[in-house]
Structures are given as structure tokens and as C-alpha cells.
């Protein structure tokens, strides 16, 4: 009898392997618009019709809107055709990508990143519910994790792509790829991902994965978004938002590599394309290392160990400390991030995964988006180095929670 709610092949890794690849590809390539725009667009405003200082609130447009919308999204897919609606919203992220191709001005542009932060709410969430769904709790790790692996590789080669088309063709001719590229994507999924509809439910199986929900719902699945939120916070939030002044203030805007003066932005810029890459590395990796080890929470910290190492040797501020403590951040970056995604998936019973991780990547949203903000806020009381120092103990915290959990 397959486990109930969920989908009846579930456990057979060939199946899991054939939702992974165009679930995969389709997110991959959904971003090529997204993460094109963050590069591109501060030095091509005017080529996109607006002033600098508008920038800004459209780059986080879409993270805001997604506070609204993960919820949502989250009962969607526990309630309606998951191919669908996944298929769906790579077609609106598409549309959206677009609409930066074909339109100029703030209004147009700001439309577009509504639509692209309603497309992705529904890109991310369906995507891991469905690879959630379609593991077993033994493998979860693994597909999860690989499934991350496909995103980081978006998220790092969308700038570098946006950047190498938007010099040679455009900035209007680099989105207008982008726009091709996500509907690529779209037909990938539309014509390779077979339905992953659940199961019939046994109500007898359903009580007992309700009474397990109900008992593991507690501290595990609390800690778990917590581990997101707090990843997305001291990562995506501060770093990010950061590592160009700690690379300006220590080595200044030039810094002679061979001869030949390197850009303060080109290195930041290098520095946080590694930061994706080995995050893309790391996710599958400690993905599957929980599945062999059995206790997950373990694993995870092990994963916050070196953010914390990390962290700590950013807030040094030397050239060597950078050096070292940016891989170290990337790899509590990405592992982390799948490891909590994967917990959602084995602590909630299959009906409430996608609600769930609709709840977790709202945190996840909300941290990286207030990150920046309290950053710079506390910059006039700590600097630089104590706001690492700070991200270094926020991280030394989750570790002890994570220790106990698995000690449990």
C-alpha cells in the first residue's frame, strides 16, 4: 500500500530522478531574467527608463510581494494540480521577464516584478513541494539537495550570462533571451513532468501521519524554519548586503592583482559568484550525508559550524580571513538551506508540506529582505566586523539548538 497522500512511486529513485530533471531545469532557467536584472540593472537604468534611486525598491518588489503570496501558493499546491500549477508559473515568469524586454519606465517595470514574485512563490514552493513529495524520507536529503543544486546554478550563471548579453546585444535584447530561456524552461516541464498527484488517502494512515505531524510539528518544524530564516538573515541579508564595503574599506576601490587593478565590484562580485557556487556544491552534498548519517538535525550542525567559522573570520577583516571565510559562509549557505526544506518534508504529513513550506520561505523572505535595513542600521554602533560578529553568534545560537535536537 503506498504511504498515504502522497504519490504512489514515490520511492523509486528512477521516478524521483525523472521529476528531479525538468523540475530542475525549469527553475534553473526561470531565473535567468531575475538574476540578470540584479546585475544589470544598476548600471543600465537609464537604458530600462528609470533613475537609480528607483533601483532599489524594484529589485526588492518581488521579495516583498512574496510575503504576501507564499501562503497562498503553499495551499494551492495542496490542493490542486501540482504540474499545473508549476508549469503555469514558469509560463508567468516568462510574461514577466518580458515585460523587461519589450516595456521602458518605472510603472511597466514594477508590474513586471510583481508578476516575477508571484511566479516564483509558485516556481520554489511547487518545486520543493514536489520533490518533497516524490523521496522517501531515507533519499529526501539526496533530491532535495540536488534540486538546490539547480537553483544555485540559476542564481549563479544569471548574472553572468545578463552581463555577457547585456554588452553585447543590449539590455533589452539580454531580457528578451532571458524571457526565451524561462519559456524553454516551461516546455521542459510541460512536456517531461508527468503528473504527481497523491494518492488516494487511507484513513487509517492518515490519522497516523496526522498524530506524527502533530507530535514532530512541535520544536522540529519551529526549529527548521527557524534554521531558514536565520540562514536567509546572515546571508542573503547581511553579507550580501555588505561584502563590497568590508572589500572597500580593507583593500580600497583598487587592488593590484599582477599588475593590473581589480575593481573593488568585480571582486565583490567574484566573491559572492563563488559564495553561489559552492552553495550550489554543498546542498546535495549534506543532503545526502543526512540521509546516511540518519539525524538530520546532526548534520545540520555541522553545516552551521563553519558559517560560524565563517563569519567570525569576515569580522577579522584581513585579506587571508576573507579569502577563507566567504567558502565557509557558502557552505552553511547551501546545505543549510536544503537540509531545512528537507526537514519540513519529513516532519509534516504529505497533505501539509506544501502549506508548510509555504510558511517556511515567507521567513526566509522576510529575513532577507529586513537583513539589509538592520544591517546598516547597526553599521554606526558596530561596524562591519560587528554586524559579522553578530551574524557569527546569531548562527553559534542555531548551532546549540541544533545540537540538541539531535541529541534528542
Known amino acids: 500500500m503506498p504511504p498515504t497522500g502522497v504519490w504512489m512511486t514515490r520511492n523509486r529513485a528512477p521516478s524521483a530522478l525523472r521529476i528531479l530533471v525538468p523540475v530542475g531545469l525549469g527553475t534553473c532557467l526561470s531565473l535567468a531574467g531575475d538574476a540578470s536584472l540584479y546585475a544589470v540593472l544598476p548600471t543600465h537604468a537609464d537604458a530600462a527608463g528609470v533613475t537609480v534611486a528607483a533601483v532599489g525598491i524594484l529589485l526588492s518588489a518581488n521579495r516583498i510581494v512574496r510575503l504576501v503570496l507564499n501562503g497562498p501558493a503553499g495551499v494551492a499546491y495542496g490542493r490542486y494540480s501540482r504540474r499545473r500549477l508549476f508549469v503555469a508559473a514558469l509560463l508567468i515568469g516568462a510574461f514577466s521577464t518580458a515585460v523587461y524586454a519589450l516595456t521602458r519606465g518605472f510603472w511597466p517595470l514594477l508590474a513586471g516584478r510583481?508578476?516575477?514574485?508571484?511566479?516564483?512563490?509558485?516556481?520554489?514552493?511547487?518545486?520543493?513541494?514536489?520533490?518533497?513529495?516524490?523521496?522517501?524520507?531515507?533519499?529526501?536529503?539526496?533530491?532535495?539537495?540536488?534540486?538546490?543544486?539547480?537553483?544555485?546554478?540559476?542564481?549563479?550563471?544569471?548574472?553572468?550570462?545578463?552581463?555577457?548579453?547585456?554588452?553585447?546585444?543590449?539590455?533589452?535584447?539580454?531580457?528578451?533571451?532571458?524571457?526565451?530561456?524561462?519559456?524553454?524552461?516551461?516546455?521542459?516541464?510541460?512536456?517531461?513532468?508527468?503528473?504527481?498527484?497523491?494518492?488516494?488517502?487511507?484513513?487509517?494512515?492518515?490519522?497516523?501521519?496526522?498524530?506524527?505531524?502533530?507530535?514532530?510539528?512541535?520544536?522540529?518544524?519551529?526549529?527548521?524554519?527557524?534554521?531558514?530564516?536565520?540562514?536567509?538573515?546572515?546571508?542573503?541579508?547581511?553579507?550580501?548586503?555588505t561584502l563590497g564595503l568590508l572589500l572597500q574599506e580593507e583593500v580600497g576601490r583598487h587592488l593590484q592583482i599582477a599588475g593590473r587593478a581589480v575593481g573593488v565590484a568585480t571582486l565583490t562580485g567574484s566573491g559572492l559568484g563563488l559564495s553561489t557556487l559552492l552553495g550550489m556544491a554543498s546542498a546535495p552534498m549534506l543532503g545526502a550525508l543526512s540521509d546516511r548519517v540518519g539525524n538530520r538535525w546532526n548534520v545540520v550542525a555541522g553545516g552551521l559550524a563553519p558559517g560560524v567559522a565563517g563569519f567570525a573570520l569576515l569580522a577579522l577583516g584581513a585579506p587571508w580571513s576573507i579569502l577563507a571565510?566567504?567558502?565557509?559562509?557558502?557552505i552553511a549557505s547551501g546545505g543549510n538551506m536544503s537540509l531545512s526544506t528537507t526537514l519540513i518534508g519529513d516532519l509534516c504529513e504529505a497533505a501539509q508540506e506544501s502549506g508548510q513550506l509555504g510558511v517556511l520561505f515567507t521567513v526566509g523572505d522576510l529575513a532577507s529582505a529586513?537583513?539589509?535595513?538592520?544591517?546598516?542600521?547597526?553599521?554606526?554602533?558596530?561596524?562591519?566586523?560587528?554586524?559579522?560578529?553578530?551574524?557569527?553568534?546569531?548562527?553559534?545560537?542555531?548551532?546549540?539548538?541544533?545540537l540538541w535536537l539531535g541529541s534528542r
Open 114 to 241: 510583481l508578476l516575477w514574485g508571484l511566479a516564483w512563490a509558485g516556481i520554489w514552493i511547487g518545486g520543493n513541494t514536489i520533490m518533497a513529495e516524490v523521496s522517501d524520507e531515507g533519499a529526501r536529503g539526496r533530491w532535495v539537495g540536488l534540486y538546490h543544486g539547480f537553483f544555485f546554478l540559476g542564481a549563479a550563471g544569471g548574472p553572468f550570462l545578463g552581463g555577457l548579453l547585456t554588452d553585447g546585444i543590449g539590455y533589452h535584447g539580454a531580457m528578451g533571451v532571458a524571457a526565451g530561456l524561462t519559456l524553454v524552461g516551461a516546455f521542459i516541464a510541460l512536456a517531461c513532468l508527468p503528473d504527481v498527484e497523491r494518492a488516494d488517502p487511507f484513513p487509517s494512515a492518515r490519522a497516523r501521519g496526522l498524530r506524527r505531524a502533530i507530535r514532530d510539528l512541535g520544536p522540529g518544524a519551529a526549529a527548521a524554519v527557524a534554521l531558514h530564516g536565520v540562514n536567509r538573515l546572515v546571508v542573503s541579508g547581511v553579507l550580501t548586503s
Open 325 to 330: 571565510g566567504i567558502p565557509l559562509t557558502a
Open 370 to 402: 529586513i537583513g539589509p535595513p538592520v544591517a546598516y542600521a547597526l553599521m554606526p554602533l558596530v561596524g562591519i566586523r560587528g554586524n559579522y560578529l553578530l551574524s557569527a553568534g546569531v548562527l553559534a545560537s542555531m548551532l546549540c539548538v541544533a
